[in-house]
């Protein structure tokens, strides 16, 4: 058996059609796996039953294979097929025993011969690659690579799953359409492939992977039926840039590459192509009518975040959403159109090349002006043509225009003066006529400029007419990543708190209606509750309903979210401890939820670990070293995890990452019953309310056992103080950043406040804190490093976040050059080297540093700090609390200021608490103290052992009945185990 793979979306369907069928009569014995990028290529290819063929959709792949999903947010949509190659292949060999040799090859090549002879050539090589060969008038096109990218081979073995997982890392890192550092897209690296790996043959036949670039290097004649490269047949052929002009008239893209070669066999080869595709897109067409070899993604800079795919919704279903196509009139405002139809085309290159050079200057005001007049006008169009007309237009380019606008970055930005009045007008008819579709335009241009939670519509009166409803619960799910305005973060909780209610409200009153598991499965794939994490509002509520709905969810998936485990095994003598996390990689989270096992006594427990991704890097080998097993969860459905877990049979698992803000697979695999007593806490700053999670772990100073229950569904357990220990590798690295007074000009006397905090935690309400900071002191400057790299990417935001600083500042009456931004720093000796020239460091509020912490108290900056109610408010205090240090801890903004005003006045009481932090960080303290943590897990985990009986294991949680009602607490009293 032969194995292949490619990729394609729905534009590419003729293609890899006619790829298939070139397969089938080439090589009778092999299988193609097909990547689908869209739901219409899924289906397409489902309801075609090519035997030989089977399609793996998007989401399978992304919901096992985290690290891609995530690099979704930085890339277009281009450089996210890029990506997608190397990671399919690794899915394949994971999930695939039977694969043995994988070819991937793209879909716009065509087998023109027996493939067998590739194969003979490659003999016990583990990996085969295709170099370009360009002519000499070409050669200067080596700059892109040895070697095509369009056609590679991995053997399953270590040299070749080796190589396969290297250049997997890289094209993770970064695989941009461009050229930078002596990368270009995935293809640069495999030239490097060679030389870091054994094994490796660049395959010499030169009937494989022909192509415009290459075809004049070679004399390309005909003998009877086959066609041959030089003395070779040929077997695959790429026909790379070939696209449909019109009916009948293709475009070869002979003229790029200059083709001299144009006799009759290469002619022969793009005449057989072509009829091969228009054969293959009369099979398509029943399926999907408006198959097109015109269509490309290339060059477009379509943003890789693409629509979820959602289930059809019948039109007479009964639901507060009406699903309508009612005709409209056209919506009037005091605007003239400018924008024509035939200029909607080029909205998403006229965007690209605005951002493009924002990129390269972020302070370039034109290219803002540009993108602003393109949204203007945009919106303008959608104000002035009916909805019939917008509804015919919307499946081909104004959807595209809409999205390169929507995602531009442009909402981050403050609103200029002269859109203040379309703005009001827009959302003014949006809110006020909101169950009218014949105003629905105005939803969509709202969409250009709002956000969800400043239209606060009422979802229960909203008419979405039915091809708008993908956008529409797309933006429903949209959360800021710049909060701009005091207020604005509370505003959205609230909203977000009222949407999670009418979702759940929903699915309680008809769970298995349509509509219901629409918008179950919608909020399960897009809500983000990040953004909520910064508000002061008692979370509790809004996560118990977001557990139910994932939990209804999982039950439409037919996957059994309750177990009953069978009682301990007599003989066992050890507690078989998990922890369950999405990686075990150099994090901050790891390196909190490394000290729980680390040193355990392994005389008493048995330690599982289960990571989502595994990279095999040094940090991961020195935890798999501290573990008796490591399991690697690389299936790609969630009930095969759940029974992996399951069978290990564990008495404890511990939820070692975050699943209280977005459900990635190991949040939805944590709403099961996986072990006799479930635990979370540590990385889950709130509680997960989830069902199967029996205790939270809290400690006495984050959450006191006598006030802190009722922020908890779980049953709230506390160790003795912060409760928090870190296992930082150390520091042997040299600072690679100069960073001092005199460079900066400042004087001796000049205090410098500095901060680490995270951008998502510098809220509008800190900033004007900060602002009446620098006020009060006026010889002073605040340097600050938000964008550190463990909160994920922040493309075209730095900018945005620096203006809304100085916005803040000009509010307070200081000068801007006060205020200084450090962009993200290469290291931990990079990050202290410049803390070293801080008088006084600054943690956020409400939401408080705990490993961003550890850099300043390390070196001794005194420390201001704010505590607040709830354990993510109160992990900076809790340290400084362990310290000896409760002089650093304020409970008010006033008092906050008022101490950071008297250290920057007082010079030797600053010196004072300097000495102070360095003489008690140098004795160990309890948060860096990993045999006394160790002792008091070991006593936790024992006692929860005890305390577990088989009838325990099927949990069940009350729910509030209101949005607006606090949470009950059906469990018991807290209890203080330590």
């Not at 299988?31 to 039953?49: A, H, S, T």
């Not at 979802?459 to 708008?468: D, E, K, L």
């Not at 008495?651 to 990452?657: N, P, Y």
């Given at each position: 058996m032969r194995f292949f793979c490619t990729f394609f979306d729905h534009r590419y369907l003729p293609k890899g059609v006619a790829l298939y069928q070139?397969?089938?009569?080439?090589?009778?014995?092999?299988?193609?796996?097909?990547?689908?990028?869209?739901?219409?290529?899924?289906?397409?290819?489902?309801?075609?039953?090519?035997?030989?063929?089977?399609?793996?959709?998007?989401?399978?792949?992304?919901?096992?294979?985290?690290?891609?999903?995530?690099?979704?947010?930085?890339?277009?949509?281009?450089?996210?097929?890029?990506?997608?190659?190397?990671?399919?292949?690794?899915?394949?060999?994971?999930?695939?025993?039977?694969?043995?040799?994988?070819?991937?090859?793209?879909?716009?090549?065509?087998?023109?011969?027996?493939?067998?002879?590739?194969?003979?050539?490659?003999?016990?090589?583990?990996?085969?690659?295709?170099?370009?060969?360009f002519p000499q008038p070409l050669a200067g096109l080596t700059f892109n690579g040895v070697f095509n990218a369009g056609w590679i081979l991995f053997r399953r073995d270590n040299d070749g799953l080796t190589a396969l997982n290297w250049w997997r890392s890289q094209c993770l890192e970064w695989c941009c359409d461009h050229h930078q550092d002596g990368k270009f897209a995935d293809q640069k690296y495999l030239d490097a492939i060679p030389q870091k790996f054994n094994q490796v043959l660049a395959i010499p036949h030169s009937g494989v992977n022909v192509a415009p670039w290459n075809v004049d290097k070679y004399r390309i004649w005909m003998n009877q039926s086959q066609i041959y490269v030089g003395a070779l047949p040929l077997i695959f052929y790429h026909f790379h840039g070939l696209k449909q002009l019109e009916d009948g008239k293709f475009d070869l893209n002979f003229g790029f590459y200059k083709v001299q070669q144009q006799n009759d066999a290469v002619m022969l080869i793009y005449q057989k192509y072509i009829e091969a595709i228009q054969t293959a897109s009369t099979h398509i067409r029943p399926y999907l009518p408006e198959v097109s070899l015109k269509k490309s993604a290339r060059f477009q800079k379509i943003p890789a975040t693409t629509q979820i795919p959602y289930p059809t919704i019948k039109e007479n279903s009964l639901s507060p959403i009406e699903i309508t196509t009612a005709h409209t009139s056209k919506i009037l405002l005091n605007h003239t159109v400018c924008l024509e139809a035939s200029d909607v085309v080029d909205i998403p290159d006229r965007v690209t090349r605005a951002l493009t050079q924002l990129k390269q200057n972020p302070n370039d005001h034109q290219a803002l002006t540009t993108l602003n007049a393109i949204r203007r006008s945009l919106a303008e169009y959608l104000l002035h043509h009916p909805l019939d007309r917008l509804q015919t237009e919307w499946n081909g380019d104004l959807s595209k225009a809409h999205r390169a606008v929507w995602y531009c970055g442009l909402k981050n930005e403050p609103p200029t003066d002269a859109e203040l009045p379309l703005i009001q007008q827009i959302a003014t008819q949006a809110i006020s006529e909101a169950n009218n579709p014949k105003?629905?335009?105005?939803?969509?241009?709202?969409?250009?400029?709002?956000?969800?939670?400043?239209?606060?519509?009422?979802?229960?009166?909203?008419?979405?007419?039915?091809?708008?409803?993908?956008?529409?619960?797309?933006?429903?799910?949209?959360?800021?990543?710049?909060?701009?305005?005091?207020g604005e973060v509370d505003r959205y909780q609230e909203y977000f708190a009222n949407w999670t209610q009418f979702i759940?409200?929903?699915?309680?009153?008809?769970?298995?209606?349509?509509?219901?598991?629409?918008?179950?499965?919608?909020?399960?794939?897009?809500?983000?509750?990040?953004?909520?994490?910064?508000?002061?509002?008692?979370?509790?509520?809004?996560?118990?309903?977001?557990?139910?709905?994932?939990?209804?969810?999982?039950?439409?998936?037919?996957?059994?979210?309750?177990?009953?485990?069978?009682?301990?095994?007599?003989?066992?003598?050890?507690?078989?401890?998990?922890?369950?996390?999405?990686?075990?990689?150099?994090?901050?989270?790891?390196?909190?939820?490394?000290?729980?096992?680390?040193?355990?006594?392994?005389?008493?427990?048995?330690?599982?670990?289960?990571?989502?991704?595994?990279?095999?890097?040094?940090?991961?080998?020195?935890?798999?070293?501290?573990?008796?097993?490591?399991?690697?969860?690389?299936?790609?459905?969630?009930?095969?995890?759940?029974?992996?877990?399951?069978?290990?049979?564990?008495?404890?698992?511990?939820?070692?990452?975050?699943?209280?803000?977005?459900?990635?697979?190991?949040?939805?695999?944590?709403?099961?019953?996986?072990?006799?007593?479930?635990?979370?806490?540590?990385?889950?700053?709130?509680?997960?309310?989830?069902?199967?999670?029996?205790?939270?772990?809290?400690?006495?100073?984050?959450?006191?056992?006598?006030?802190?229950?009722?922020?908890?569904?779980?049953?709230?357990?506390?160790?003795?103080?912060?409760?928090l220990c870190f296992s930082f590798p150390p520091v042997t690295d040299e600072a690679t950043i100069s960073f001092d007074r005199a460079q900066l000009g400042l004087s001796d006397s000049t205090t410098i406040f500095m901060s680490g905090a995270n951008f998502r935690k510098i809220n509008p309400e800190l900033r004007d804190t900060w602002a009446k900071l620098l006020a009060r002191v006026p010889d002073s400057i605040l340097v600050i490093?938000?964008?550190?790299?463990?909160?994920?990417?922040?493309?075209?935001?730095?900018?945005p976040f620096f203006n809304q600083m100085q916005l803040a500042l000009q509010r307070h009456?200081?000068?801007?050059?006060?205020?200084?931004?450090?962009?993200?720093?290469?290291?931990?000796?990079?990050?202290?080297s410049c803390l070293s020239q801080a008088d006084v460091y600054l943690d956020s509020f409400p939401y408080s540093g705990a490993a961003s912490a550890i850099d300043p108290l390390t070196i001794g900056v005194p420390f201001v700090s704010l505590e607040g109610r709830e354990q993510r408010e109160r992990q900076s205090s809790s340290l400084l609390h362990e310290l000896g240090l409760p002089e650093l801890v304020t409970s008010n903004e006033s008092d906050y200021l008022d101490l950071a005003v008297k250290l920057a006045s007082d010079r030797p009481l600053r010196e004072q608490f300097r000495q102070r932090l360095l003489r008690q960080m140098s004795n160990n303290p309890p948060f860096l103290d990993k045999l006394g943590y160790a002792h008091k897990i070991e006593q936790l985990l024992t006692q929860l052992m005890s305390a577990w009986r088989p009838a325990a294991s099927s949990t069940t949680v009350s729910l509030p009945s209101s949005a607006n009602q606090a949470a009950s607490t059906p469990i018991e009293e807290p209890v203080q185990m330590l």
């Open positions: 070139s397969l089938e009569e080439h090589c009778p014995n092999f299988k193609l796996f097909v990547l689908c990028f869209d739901k219409e290529c899924y289906d397409v290819l489902r309801q075609l039953g090519l035997s030989h063929l089977t399609p793996i959709s998007l989401h399978d792949l992304e919901s096992v294979d985290t690290d891609f999903l995530n690099a979704k947010s930085n890339r277009t949509l281009v450089e996210y097929y890029f990506t997608s190659k190397s990671c399919l292949m690794r899915y394949l060999f994971e999930n695939y025993p039977e694969v043995d040799l994988l070819i991937y090859v793209d879909a716009d090549q065509y087998c023109f011969s027996d493939i067998e002879p590739i194969y003979q050539e490659l003999g016990n090589y583990s990996v085969g690659l295709t170099e370009h060969r105003t629905f335009p105005s939803f969509l241009a709202a969409i250009l400029y709002l956000y969800p939670h400043q239209l606060q519509l009422d979802p229960a009166r909203i008419v979405v007419p039915n091809v708008f409803v993908p956008t529409y619960m797309e933006f429903m799910f949209e959360s800021p990543r710049l909060f701009k305005v005091i759940y409200g929903r699915i309680q009153g008809n769970p298995s209606g349509n509509v219901e598991r629409y918008l179950c499965q919608t909020y399960a794939n897009a809500a983000n509750l990040t953004p909520t994490y910064f508000s002061q509002r008692e979370p509790v509520t809004v996560q118990t309903q977001r557990a139910r709905i994932l939990e209804q969810f999982l039950q439409t998936q037919t996957t059994q979210l309750n177990y009953e485990f069978a009682p301990r095994p007599a003989n066992r003598k050890k507690i078989r401890f998990g922890i369950l996390s999405l990686n075990f990689n150099p994090s901050a989270e790891t390196f909190t939820v490394l000290p729980i096992f680390e040193h355990l006594d392994r005389d008493k427990f048995e330690i599982h670990l289960f990571a989502f991704q595994s990279n095999n890097s040094e940090t991961e080998r020195y935890c798999r070293d501290k573990a008796d097993r490591f399991t690697h969860l690389i299936h790609s459905h969630a009930d095969r995890i759940v029974r992996m877990i399951r069978g290990a049979d564990l008495d404890i698992l511990l939820i070692g990452s975050n699943i209280t803000a977005r459900s990635y697979p190991i949040t939805l695999v944590s709403a099961h019953r996986l072990a006799r007593v479930q635990v979370s806490g540590i990385s889950s700053s709130v509680t997960t309310a989830m069902s199967n999670m029996d205790y939270y772990i809290g400690a006495t100073l984050t959450t006191p056992p006598a006030t802190a229950q009722r922020y908890y569904t779980e049953k709230l357990v506390t160790l003795d103080g912060s409760g490093y938000p964008f550190g790299p463990n909160w994920g990417l922040h493309p075209n935001l730095e900018m009456g200081v000068d801007l050059k006060r205020l200084l931004l450090i962009k993200t720093m290469p290291s931990v000796a990079d990050v202290r």
